[in-house]
């Protein structure tokens, strides 16, 4: 069974880098038939998609984050990274790791991490 | 970026019930690429449907979506106590990928 796990600072001071890491297990980030990505929750509100990333390295991200996104693969430890900088109020969510099934057919986040609320404040 | 509008945003039903639940986007959308998530407090979203009307694996048979173009919509039959949640549609064929607002199903 898949399981994929958030980890990182819960508290991240304005003007700072938000950085989390997902933890993949039962599964390989590095087969071609998934790519990886992380989505976002403001409290209360919906879900925003902030990039994904591919077994090769390729990534894409939402344009309304890209200059401040980066997200990485760690194969030897089976774990991909979040890195957002310059992080403001508006950035404080639960953010999710999540998987993507690269197959026959295209399967968006079949499974997910639990989450975890980063809240930025000073 | 293809901006998806749910309605109702909340849907008031009784367990036993047909819930339809509607998604609508601002541009044509690939039915192989629109699926439907629920979200439970204090949850990580769950896949319910892709490709417009794919089950996801697990999911019962009361759930089911369809739709095509720019209308989707996902019904679920016979409303047990578990299904009260809120209910995203999301698109992935576009980039950015997206999500609607969500739809909050209430006893």
């Known amino acids: 069974q898949v399981q994929l796990q958030e980890s990182g600072p819960g508290l991240v001071k304005p003007s700072e880098t938000l950085s989390l890491t997902c933890t993949v297990s039962?599964?390989?980030?590095?087969?071609?038939?998934?790519?990886w990505g992380w989505i976002r929750q403001p409290p209360g509100k919906g879900l925003e998609w902030i990039g994904s990333i591919y077994y090769n390295g390729n990534t894409n991200y939402n344009p309304s984050l890209k200059s401040r996104v980066t997200i990485s693969l760690d194969t030897s430890n089976n774990q991909f990274s979040l890195k957002l900088s310059s992080v403001t109020a508006a950035d404080t969510a639960v953010y999710f790791c999540?998987?993507?099934?690269?197959?026959?057919?295209?399967?968006?986040?079949?499974?997910w991490g639990q989450g975890t609320l980063v809240t930025v404040s000073s | 970026e293809i901006v998806l509008t749910q309605s109702p945003g909340t849907l008031s039903l009784s367990p036993g019930e047909t819930a339809t639940l509607s998604c609508r986007a601002s541009?044509?959308?690939?039915?192989?690429?629109l699926a439907w998530f629920q979200q439970k407090p204090g949850q990580a979203p769950r896949l319910l449907i892709h490709?417009?009307?794919s089950r996801a694996t697990g999911i019962p048979d009361r759930f089911s979506g369809s739709g095509s173009g720019t209308d989707f919509t996902l019904t679920i039959s016979r409303l047990e106590p578990e299904d009260f949640a809120v209910y995203f549609c999301?698109?992935?064929?576009?980039?950015?990928?997206?999500f609607g607002q969500g739809t909050k199903l209430e006893i």
């Open positions: 541009q044509r959308i690939s039915s192989t690429y």
């Open positions: 039962g599964g390989s980030v590095s087969l071609s038939s998934y790519y």
């Open positions: 999301h698109q992935y064929g576009s980039l950015p990928w997206t």
């Open positions: 999540a998987r993507v099934v690269d197959g026959y057919v295209l399967i968006p986040f079949d499974y």
């Open positions: 490709a417009a009307s």
